[in-house]
């Protein structure tokens, strides 16, 4: 079968024949329809100091996906074959603490599909039957191909009530869109995305901001008056990995805010620990979805109203993933879908 596999530990992506896996006990046989592209993706294409210092070579990649059940291995009950099903993309042990409790997004042994094992970015997969998600009602594949990156923005926007609240998004990347949608559904009050891309902040416009920033032409802080919020934001998603995106969001909390970090800081990034203190803010980091409670909020939302289509701008046939790393590179993309059929 065809695959996209990191093949030399060099940037690039390499289109590739080979085995179709075969099914461990448990696991389940997943025929390809679409994958999406991830940020972590296009890290291991372009083989970043993370990737060379994480990545087995030569591995398959991707973990965003939608596909269909086509065969049972042993052991699995509940599923069954012509299922259409998304998966989760986090693999834990099942037996520490955290996941003995049923906090397996705290699982002390993650492994990343397409990170530390096999990916999905091929015509055939096998996965455990344990990260499978069968979607209800009737949601476009689609959508169902970003469940994964979806899932990370449920789980950060859904960590603090959001109801009549004032939410600060930094970072209109595809997770940071997809936030303000789930903040909109959830019922929040202003929200208020920044980023320094024009082309990310008209699309956080398209899913429902009340108002985007471009801070390299405005600041953050004019927009508190100009929406009447004298006293700050409420809750805070940090969705940018940027040190001074954080540390504006630090500044512009109302005393008592919250605060959801998804977006991966770099190394020694500084802030003021005293405002955290003086002003009480809470920080809350985030690591993935919650397995299953993110899945289950997120089908929920998409079954009652909350749209998300916009984000997806690209769609390619696997064979021009280069087009779809390209796109992704570029800044001018939302979520960009490889077809597998
Ligand atoms: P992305 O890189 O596509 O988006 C980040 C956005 O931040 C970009 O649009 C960029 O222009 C913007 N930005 C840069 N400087 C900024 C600034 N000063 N102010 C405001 N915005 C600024 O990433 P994504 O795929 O949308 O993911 C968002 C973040 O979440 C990334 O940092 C990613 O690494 C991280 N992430 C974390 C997890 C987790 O489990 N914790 C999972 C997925 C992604
Ligand atoms: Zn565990």
Redesign the pocket.
Known sequence: MDALVKKYRKPGLWLEKVDIPSLKYGEVMVKIHKTAI???DVHIYNWDKWSQETIPVPMTIGHEFVGEIVELGQGVVDLHVGDIVSGEGHIVCGKCRNCLAGRRHLCKDTQGVGVNRTGIFSEYVALPASNIWVPHGNIPEDIISIFD?LG?AAHTALSFDLLGEDVLI????????MAVAIARHAGARFIVV????PY?LALAKKMGADRVVD?TKEKLSDVLNELDMAEGFDVGLE????G??FN?MIDLMVHGGKIAM???QAEGTVIDWNKIVFNGLQIK????REMYETWYKMNSMLQTGMDVSSIITHHFHYTDYEKGFEAMRS?QSGKVILEWE
């Open positions: 991830c940020g972590t990156p990370n930094t970072g209109a990347g595809p997770i940071g869109a920044s980023d320094v891309n990310r801070v969705m940018s990995g940027n001074s995106a504006d998804l977006g991966i980091g985030i690591y993935g800044g």
